[in-house]
């Protein structure tokens, strides 16, 4: 349909008036027009929507030109100077402490801080190695470990075979496979004088370069430990590396380890360029980004029947490896130390994408083969504006079930109909059913606004008598509800995104997730929810990250990229099965206005399920607009109150800290800063 059509149509529909003669003659009719007139909006919508994201990719792709030219090149030092200042601004923003230069300094000395923690500062002394080296484990485990090399530059690998024979704890075997040319003889002379005098070392000169898979299966035909361990031909471990490892292994169990790692150039793992503090195990994470990565080992019983590296993934072959050890595991461990350090240099995956550009496609095929295996099908996997592997996962819908949308209120009429008048104009998603719940309204405005929307087929108005209580309020609409799928939602939203619905739906059909929330954003399009983390905040209750972070960021290594699991999220905007929400007792009455949502996920988790976190499905939220805030008067007290029983109530889980918030960043802060005590 031409442009021209298209908007003759919308004319045509927009013209439609209300049938002439008695109103209840005449709804069937009326109904039908409206239907026709809100299908014919959302056409118009998905049609500029699309021709919108062209632009943007044409756009991305002059952005791309304009910095690889040498204009932009010799503008660094410009560049750099104002990221500075920008940076300053936004923790400002973040945290309302404008601290001028004292608080630069602050941040620079968190910086010399946490490489002291994490550096070559965190190495063990020397009576701390004698420590390690005399510990005595209640398991022998022996860690072969695994590296590839191909014309491996000769100081990288001594600094490499060097950082293995550091190691504190003993039990491991270094099996490396050669396949480097003739030019770089000296690889295989300096190995094998090595090994002349420590039989750990095992060597195997290839008579050919087998590519990345290749050398790396050929290592593993010299391994007889217990457990495999990969490592990169130029980069470094922890002298702690393996001692930490055992730990995990003999008090947790541990058949897949991980750790935390840096990025670092030059000459000394101290000139740290990113620190990758992880979360544990998450599915979700990745299959939308390889946070895994290094230092990964794991039992050498899980590669029965599979094959290490699969040569069709090279570039990426250890994502793939990843998603099949740990589909296999049982006990996955994140040991949550700097542990290992990768080196950026000419030519390395660290270094930038385009050194490997075959990588992204091999990245989007292991995850296709994963997601297969699990029994999805027609999905989509596209890169986003974060990284090039770091993916936006698209789920088809295996049904469309009634979702139900339920919104407490009392007066606020411009909130409100700004709230349901979005809901109806913007979603693509057409099965579903407002309830909003009245309680305790004062204005006409407002109830002669409830008669005009609930003309509306889709929208009912019921009223719920007593005092304000957010979670009694939700628990009364979800028993009026008839949907499969209750959507909490807050008067003072606003939908952004059409296709809100289906983004949420997508993952709340899956029988392992319980929970799934949006990304909301305040009116000057600042984060308002990204997720939240338990013990996170003053109250040590639980927090919002990346709160008041612009829209633009990616965030903390691209979280606010790709859909993750996350320990709860927000009942601003929340998705949850209907047999799950009454199976679980609703929201928690004892948690009048504050902590329910939270709350409601922590069961939720209890229950083995998933919490999930999605980037994709946006909507304005104008927080505490309708019921004021929660930080003054009795309100205040409230609040305080709330928080004592959350803390009482979720005591073992609060102690424990957050799966998905590494204990190396800081509860004072949402923006994922290093904690530097």
Known sequence: MCDMDKEKQTEKVNSLAMPEGKPEENLEAYYKDLY??????????????????????????????IKGSIFWKLAKPFRVVINFFLASKARILAHGNPKGIAHKILNKYREKRSIKIHGKGSFPTAAQRKEQEETVFPKKITFSILVPLYNTPEKFLKEMIGSVTAQTYGGWELCLADGSDNEHAYVGEYVKSLAADDQRIKYLKLTENRGISGNTNACLSL??????????????????????????????????????????????????????????????????????????????????????????????????????????????????KMLYYWRS???????????????????????????????????????????????????????????????????HTEDLSRCVESIINLSTY???????????????????????????PFVRVVKYEGVFNYSRINNFGEKQAS??????????????????????????????????????????????????????????????????????????????????????VTGACMMVRRFLYEQLGGLDEEFMVALNDVDFCLKVREKGLLNIFTPFAELYHYESKSRGTDKKDASAVRYQQESDRFRLKWEKQLAAGDPYYNPNFSLDYSDFTVNWK
């Open 430 to 456: 057409d099965n579903y059913e407002i309830i909003i719940v009245e309680n305790n309204s004062e204005t006409q405005e407002i109830f002669d606004y409830y008669s005009e929307i609930e003309k509306h």
């Open 345 to 411: 240099h000419a030519g390395s995956v660290a270094s930038g994408i385009e050194a490997k550009t075959y990588a992204v496609d091999a990245a989007k095929g292991a995850v296709a083969d994963h997601l297969k295996r699990h029994g999805y099908k027609d999905f989509e996997i596209e890169s986003t504006r974060a990284f090039a592997t770091i993916f936006r996962i698209r789920y088809p819908l295996t049904a469309r079930p009634k979702v139900s949308i339920i919104i407490a209120n009392k007066d």
């Open 36 to 65: 026709e007139r809100e299908k014919a909006k959302n056409e118009k919508l998905a049609y500029r929507l699309a021709d919108s994201q062209r632009q943007v990719e044409d756009l991305t792709m002059k952005l791309q030109k």
């Open 223 to 336: 391994a007889g430990g217990e457990y495999v361990a990969l490592f990169d031909h130029d980069d470094i471990l922890h002298p702690c590396a393996l001692y930490e490892y055992m730990k995990a292994i003999c008090e947790k169990d541990a058949d897949y380890l991980y750790c935390d790692e840096a990025t670092f150039k030059g000459n000394s793992i101290d000139n740290m360029i990113t620190m990758h503090f992880k979360p544990d195990f998450a599915p979700d994470n990745l299959r939308a980004n390889n946070y895994i990565c290094h230092f990964s080992a794991f039992k050498r019983e899980l590669l029965e029947g599979e094959d290490l590296f699969r040569s069709q993934f090279d570039g990426s072959q250890d994502h793939d490896m990843i998603l099949r050890m740990t589909d296999k595991a049982q006990h996955i461990v994140h040991v949550p």
């Open 483 to 568: 949907g499969e799928y209750i959507l909490l939602l807050n008067n003072d939203t606003q939908v952004i995104t059409p296709n809100w619905i289906e983004e949420m739906l997508m993952y709340a059909l899956r029988s392992d997730v319980g929970v799934v929330g949006a990304k909301l954003y305040y009116g000057d399009m600042t984060i308002q929810h990204a997720g939240i983390v338990i013990g996170l905040g003053a109250h040590r209750t639980a927090g919002h990250t990346h709160y008041r972070v612009p829209q633009a960021n990616v965030g903390y290594m691209g979280k606010l990229c790709y859909a993750q699991d996350v320990t709860a």
